[in-house]
């Protein structure tokens, strides 16, 4: 009896300790995320992905610090410059090569319309469409205009025939050198396939990216603010 009763609790805890890791980031991709209805707006870029059934998800932060000390740190996003500040564990297990750097480095200050950022060495990654230095940046991938930079490629998720997104990054000046930092982002595709699209689109672009949008925005507002914080 005893035996049956270890092997049901061992059971049990296999079972819900994943349960109780996602439950946790699921909350913990929550934290900055801005309800539909309390989003302000239109943001620069919302007119470039209006196709029926896009979903924007927005999200923000407070950073103790002016808009010109977290610029340079958005204005060097990419997997070949200074990463996304975010979970490096986690880039690293989906054979994504991205090293962090945390303070920002004049050589990757030149970033303008046209540039691709990468996601990943694989060449995933958004165009740069619109570019105002310490105002905005704002990406753009769209299977149906298929990138012409050097390795860059539009995704395109399995179940799906098209697919597009854009990711935008804003910020807002607040009173006493204070700054808002937002990121917005809209997706749209074209599915085939629900059950392959639900299950690849749903945890590479919704609960992952939730997971690691927070992190970033939590890294950033620590960077412009010169505190320590965990590198993982």
């Known amino acids: 009896m005893k035996i049956e009763c270890d092997g049901r609790l061992v059971a049990a805890t296999a079972v819900a300790a994943p349960v109780a890791a996602v439950m946790g980031f ?3 991709a929550k934290q ?10 239109p943001y620069p870029g919302d007119e470039l992905l209006t196709d029926e059934g896009a979903s924007t998800t927005t999200m923000a932060i407070e950073i103790d610090a002016p808009p010109e000390k977290v610029w340079p740190l958005i204005n060097q996003l990419g997997q070949d410059k ?24 004049a ?18 990654g958004h165009e740069i469409v619109l570019h105002e230095p310490g105002k905005h940046i704002v990406g753009l991938s769209d299977s149906r205009k298929p990138p012409t930079q050097d390795g860059a490629i539009a995704w395109i998720p399995a179940g799906m025939s098209d697919f597009a997104w ?41 609960w992952s990216s939730g997971v690691m949008q927070t ?9 412009a603010e010169d505190r320590w914080f965990l590198k993982i």
């Open 107 to 124: 050589r990757w200050q030149d970033t303008t319309t046209g540039d691709w950022c990468f996601y990943g060495q694989q060449g995933i």
């Open 215 to 223: 992190r970033m925005l939590q890294v950033i507002k620590a960077c």
């Open 26 to 28: 699921t909350r913990y």
């Open 82 to 105: 200074a990463g996304f500040y975010s979970f490096s564990l986690f880039e690293r297990a989906v054979h994504f090569l991205i090293h962090n750097t945390y303070t920002p480095q």
């Open 166 to 206: 854009t990711w935008g990054f804003f910020l807002e000046p607040l009173p006493g050198d204070r700054t808002r930092f937002v990121t917005r982002s809209t997706a749209w595709g074209v599915i085939v396939n629900k059950l392959q699209a639900g299950i690849v689109a749903g945890l590479m672009w919704g």
């Open 32 to 41: 900055y995320l801005v309800a539909p209805e309390d989003a302000e707006g």
